[in-house]
């Protein structure tokens, strides 16, 4: 069994910042890329931004420049630092890992979600 548990989201006024945090518990071998994914009603979930074990990350365009994604590897945790926010991206906010489990196998994991909302 592997759980991701996220916190930090919450209500902020445009400009402000946010951030995010999800930890990974259970049987893991070895984390690889970890990620956060947003969903507004009625669309598809987005990526937002990923980092691999090694540090190499990915942002979607409309995030680059604002958010900045960690991972702290001894804690099997992934954040996002959200500055400048702006009300479009008030969303609920996934964390996702895909990882090698202790018994071999690949797994991807989603998180529960947390709400993200910006006001104007």
């Known amino acids: 069994q592997v759980q991701l548990v996220e916190s930090g989201g919450g209500l902020v006024q445009g400009g402000g910042s946010l951030r995010l945090s999800c930890v990974a518990s259970?049987?893991?071998?070895?984390?690889?890329?970890m990620g956060w994914y947003r969903q507004t009603p009625g669309n598809q979930r987005d990526l937002v931004a990923t980092v691999t074990s090694g540090g190499g990350t990915n942002y979607a365009d409309s995030v680059k420049g604002r958010f900045t994604i960690s991972r702290d590897n001894a804690k099997n945790t992934v954040y996002l630092q959200m500055n400048s926010l702006k009300p479009e991206d008030t969303a609920v906010y996934y964390c996702n890992a895909k990882l090698i489990r202790m018994d071999g196998w690949y797994l991807e994991v989603w998180g529960q979600g947390t709400l993200v909302t910006v006001s104007s």
């Open positions: 259970g049987s893991i071998l070895s984390l690889n890329v």
